[in-house]
């Protein structure tokens, strides 16, 4: 069994930040990419940012020079650094990691979501 265990989200004023973190745990056995989503209401998830384990990142256009991906391999976590919010980045936001499990397994896992509301 694994788990994505998220936390940070909350309620900002624009210009304001904030920081999530995702937390995997249980039978892992390595980590590969791993990344943030989110989903607006009536709007579809899509992907805001990635991490490689080796450290390479990919960002929407949205929020290239406001939001920071990064990882602590050791701990099995990711965090996104989020400066500037404005209004439109309102929305729950979800971890997902490629993992493979003990025994032998790849597979993506989400988080259950966390709200992240940015009032103007």
């Known amino acids: 069994q694994v788990q994505l265990v998220e936390s940070g989200g909350g309620l900002v004023q624009a210009g304001g930040s904030l920081r999530l973190s995702c937390a995997a745990s249980?039978?892992?056995?390595?980590?590969?990419?791993m990344g943030w989503y989110r989903q607006a209401p009536g709007k579809q998830r899509e992907l805001v940012a990635v991490?490689?384990?080796?450290?390479?990142?990919n960002y929407a256009d949205s929020v290239k020079g406001r939001f920071t991906i990064s990882r602590d391999n050791a701990k099995n976590t990711v965090y996104l650094q989020m400066n500037s919010l404005k209004p439109e980045d309102t929305a729950v936001y979800y971890c997902?990691?490629?993992?493979?499990?003990?025994?032998?397994?790849?597979?993506?896992?989400w988080g259950q979501g966390t709200q992240v509301t940015v009032s103007s």
């Open positions: 249980g039978s892992i056995f390595s980590i590969n990419s």
């Open positions: 997902n990691a490629h993992i493979i499990t003990i025994p032998v397994a790849q597979t993506y896992y």
């Open positions: 991490i490689t384990r080796g450290g390479s990142t």
